[in-house]
């Protein structure tokens, strides 16, 4: 995951992703237009991590939403080094349980020891479980 991206900015900053086809549909909705379209270079969360995380520090708490790649980020950590006790990520459009225990991002975070703690509209709050 580390390379450069397209980033779609509109004029309501709560629209921009990275997501192409995200950005045609959203562009077609009265009122909304794309203003500018940028490369960005991302990189794999474990290498920020490792550049800017001071030695020793835990992480307790961390929230990922990364603009349509959130999934792409979970999977570049090295949940193994990098446990937050609390991870809240952005899963769209899950919006009923069942949507939510099938989800790419809850399967994955389960295999390390997360579980669902709660839901807001958009975002999951994921904790360890008491035993970690």
């Not at 997360?114 to 807001?120: D, L």
């Amino acid at each position: 995951m580390r390379g450069k991206k397209k980033y779609f900015v509109f004029n309501e900053p709560a629209l921009n992703t990275f997501d192409e086809v995200l950005a045609k549909e959203r562009e077609e909705i009265a009122n909304y237009k794309i203003v500018d379209i940028r490369e960005v270079e991302i990189f794999p969360l474990k290498e920020i991590l490792d550049m800017y995380l001071p030695k020793d520090q835990t992480i307790d708490f961390i929230n990922i939403d990364v603009e349509g790649l959130d999934f792409e980020v979970i999977q570049s950590n090295d949940w193994n080094k990098y446990r937050p006790q609390v991870v809240i990520v952005e899963i769209i459009p899950a919006q009923c349980i069942e949507d939510l225990l099938e989800h790419e991002t809850t399967k994955y975070l389960k295999a390390f020891g997360y579980s669902i703690f709660a839901k807001t509209f958009n975002s999951v709050i994921f904790s360890l479980g008491a035993s970690q």
